[in-house]
């Protein structure tokens, strides 16, 4: 007979297994992300936020008199942040503002600290940039130094030094000191210790760090079928074929447990399948893991590799090649090399920045906003609202016809299932 102990211990395992065994099935998307991403390295000066999910409500394109706001990269350019907020009309009761990252950096030092300033303030969503990143680094390096023996001491000499001094140059002055300093093999490779990052790192408050940390690499909204990233996202991994098993897009995503797989019922179950399947294409492309990738991607090069470079292919183009092959998931698919145009998903649409050298660039299931405003060009925003989601090309119930329609159809473009507007200004009319 077991003891009374025996059996405590026993009903004691069997909990925590049963514990595990549950939390297994039910993971999400950013626990699998975590797992795949946890590293043994510290400090983690990158400090990344996973992927983050927005509800309808935080996304309300389907939502009467709301609106959706998305803006392009702002780099530190404040007046035409403002500016654009003010042809915009935005009124933060009924708008919901967003920003594709690389709010700071680049522009004008005391630009990049009052967009921060308003981002921090009012909460603003959006995802993280690859010089938001480099900003973050810093921060969590200055942290980490300051906890050192003798960090605090040391920096606050150097900032006083650096004041005394004035410097033309700061990036060539801190090289100066540090060569005989003990602290300069602190100061990971290619960092530029005082350069741009690293004044606004040191500039920025506790609740501003707080904001730029909270910022995922990517947003998700499943009710409207978008994905947000700073660079961009892959819809298959480029080493394999589209239609291989392997790519998410290729293959119905298994129903979680409870769920039951009758055919009749995909009309039922197609949302919550379309759901995962989206879910999956940030688990299972393995590139869309990588932080550097969603960061910094602009091409896929021969080899398969991501590239920051203008060389490659741009993902772009890979992406609506591979989301025009979407069929749905209500036929029988057979995946071969003659199907190559037929897989079983259903769209979804990118907005993200980072390539300005490519401009504002819609395409029918992706939309880059970064149009080079910190360049002198102009600040892009994607405008989404229910109008246009739903009957873009009525009035009051009936059809616009003739030149009307085909006025609407010039300004506005293709978005997911209904149309979107692109609103920009000019950034040379503003000083900063
Ligand atoms: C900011 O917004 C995020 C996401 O909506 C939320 O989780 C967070 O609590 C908010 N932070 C503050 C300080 O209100």
């Avoid at 590293?39 to 936020?49: E, K, L, M, V």
């Avoid at 035409?80 to 708008?95: E, M, N, R």
């Avoid at 938001?132 to 906890?147: A, H, K, N, Y």
Wanted: hydrophobic fraction near 40%; proline fraction near 6%; charge should be neutral.
């Amino acid at each position: 007979m077991p003891t009374g102990r025996q059996i405590a211990a026993f009903s004691i395992l069997a909990f925590f297994c049963l514990y595990f065994f549950s939390a297994s099935i039910t993971a999400t998307s950013e626990d699998i992300w975590h797992r795949l991403t946890a590293t043994a390295h510290t400090p983690d000066f990158a400090r990344y936020s996973p992927p983050l999910t927005l509800s309808d409500a935080e996304f309300p394109i389907h939502d009467r008199g709301k609106r959706v706001l998305v803006l392009g990269d702002i780099h530190g350019m404040d007046a035409p942040f403002h500016a654009l907020l003010d042809k915009l009309s935005y009124d933060p009761s009924s708008d919901v503002l967003i920003h594709v990252g690389d709010i700071i950096a680049k522009g004008p030092h005391e630009g990049s600290m009052a967009v921060l300033s308003y981002m921090a303030t009012n909460n603003i969503t959006g995802v993280r940039g690859n010089h938001d990143q480099q900003v973050i680094e810093w921060r969590s390096w200055l942290e980490w130094i300051r906890g050192l023996d003798g960090g605090a001491h040391w920096l606050h000499d150097l900032h006083a030094k650096l004041h005394a001094a004035a410097p033309d140059d700061p990036e060539e002055w801190a090289a100066k000191q540090l060569r005989h300093s003990r602290w300069a093999h602190k100061i990971p490779d290619g960092w530029k210790l005082l350069g741009d990052h690293y004044r606004l790192a040191h500039a920025m408050s506790a609740a501003e760090y707080r904001y730029l940390l909270a910022l995922p690499l990517v947003l998700h909204v499943p009710s409207a079928h978008v994905f947000l990233a700073h660079g961009g996202v892959l819809p298959s991994d480029p080493r394999y074929k589209p239609y291989h098993r392997r790519q998410p897009l290729a293959r119905v995503p298994a129903l979680p447990h409870g769920a039951a797989h009758d055919k009749a019922d995909l009309g039922k179950t197609t949302p919550l399948l379309r759901r995962l399947q989206e879910a999956a294409v940030l688990t299972d492309v393995p590139q869309n893991v990588d932080p550097w990738v969603t960061l910094n991607i602009r091409g896929v090069l021969d080899d398969h590799s991501v590239t920051r470079g203008m060389d490659g292919e741009p993902w772009a183009d890979i992406w609506n090649r591979d989301i025009s092959s979407c069929q749905g998931f209500d036929q029988q698919l057979r995946l071969t090399e003659h199907s190559k145009n037929a897989l079983p998903c259903y769209p979804a649409t990118v907005i993200y920045g980072h390539a300005a050298a490519r401009g504002l660039d819609v395409k029918r299931w992706s939309v880059g906003l970064d149009s080079a405003c910190v360049k002198g060009r102009r600040l892009s925003a994607l405008v989404l609202d229910r109008k246009h989601q739903k009957s873009p090309f009525q009035e009051e119930g009936a059809e616009v016809e003739g030149a009307e329609l085909e006025a609407r159809k010039k300004t506005t473009i293709p978005f997911g299932e209904g149309r979107g507007r692109i609103v920009d200004i000019s950034c040379k009319s503003h000083d900063d």
